[in-house]
């Protein structure tokens, strides 16, 4: 098994590259994702003053962590702000091929996340819809449409109390 380094800080172990597992983030580039996750809009030149690198090797790290996707810079909207006011949180029961369904699942654009996952369900998905309407459509018309779709339970979203994307690089 190999390792290396590369010009983003990023270790890798070639036993599992391209799995997501063997990163291994130096303390520079741990400290520039916190300072973007801090604010997503800070310039490469305060984010170069706060660790200690030039505004070059700051863009450079940064290009590589959304590159090698270990990150990524996006806009995070309040959904109701937007007009969607229906969220809610699905468990789904499948009967065969779980992956296949999760692929089913991350094509529908009204679907914000899937998990796979053990427990009581095997996939839990976010749906983030404009009604109750569009939220029964989803629901009923497409995903208990899927074949191996056993069983849902659907957890409508009341109020959010917390939503976060400062976990860090711990």
Same mark, same amino acid.
């Not at 916190?34 to 660790?51: F, M, N, P, W």
């Given at each position: 098994m190999?390792?290396?380094?590369?010009? &983003?800080?990023?270790? #890798?172990?070639?036993a599992s590259a391209?799995?997501?597992?063997? #990163?291994?983030?130096?303390?520079?580039?741990?400290?520039?994702? @916190?300072?973007?996750?801090?604010d997503?809009?800070?310039?490469?030149? +305060?984010?170069?003053?706060?660790?200690? *690198?030039?505004?070059? &090797?700051v863009?450079?790290?940064?290009?590589r962590?959304?590159?090698? =996707?270990?990150?990524?810079?996006?806009?995070?909207?309040?959904?109701?702000?937007?007009?969607?006011? #229906?969220?809610?949180?699905?468990?789904? @029961?499948?009967? =065969?091929?779980?992956? +296949?369904v999760? @692929?089913? *699942?991350? &094509?529908?654009?009204e679907?914000?996340?899937?998990?796979?996952?053990?427990?009581?369900?095997?996939?839990?998905?976010?749906?983030?819809?404009e009604?109750?309407?569009?939220?029964?459509?989803v629901?009923?018309? #497409?995903?208990?449409?899927?074949?191996a779709?056993?069983?849902? @339970?659907?957890?409508v979203?009341l109020?959010?109390?917390k939503?976060?994307?400062?976990?860090?690089?711990?």
């Amino acid at each position: 098994m190999r390792t290396g380094r590369d010009d &983003a800080g990023v270790t #890798r172990s070639s036993a599992s590259a391209g799995r997501g597992h063997g #990163r291994a983030l130096d303390e520079v580039s741990k400290r520039i994702i @916190e300072q973007l996750q801090s604010d997503g809009r800070r310039s490469y030149a +305060a984010i170069g003053k706060a660790v200690g *690198l030039s505004e070059a &090797a700051v863009r450079q790290r940064v290009q590589r962590l959304v590159d090698t =996707g270990v990150m990524q810079i996006v806009a995070v909207t309040d959904p109701m702000q937007v007009g969607l006011f #229906r969220q809610a949180m699905i468990g789904i @029961e499948v009967e =065969g091929d779980v992956e +296949a369904v999760a @692929e089913q *699942l991350t &094509a529908m654009d009204e679907i914000t996340y899937v998990i796979v996952c053990a427990g009581s369900f095997d996939l839990l998905c976010e749906v983030v819809c404009e009604d109750d309407g569009h939220l029964l459509e989803v629901l009923s018309k #497409r995903i208990r449409a899927i074949p191996a779709v056993r069983h849902t @339970e659907t957890f409508v979203y009341l109020k959010l109390c917390k939503q976060t994307y400062q976990w860090g690089t711990r």
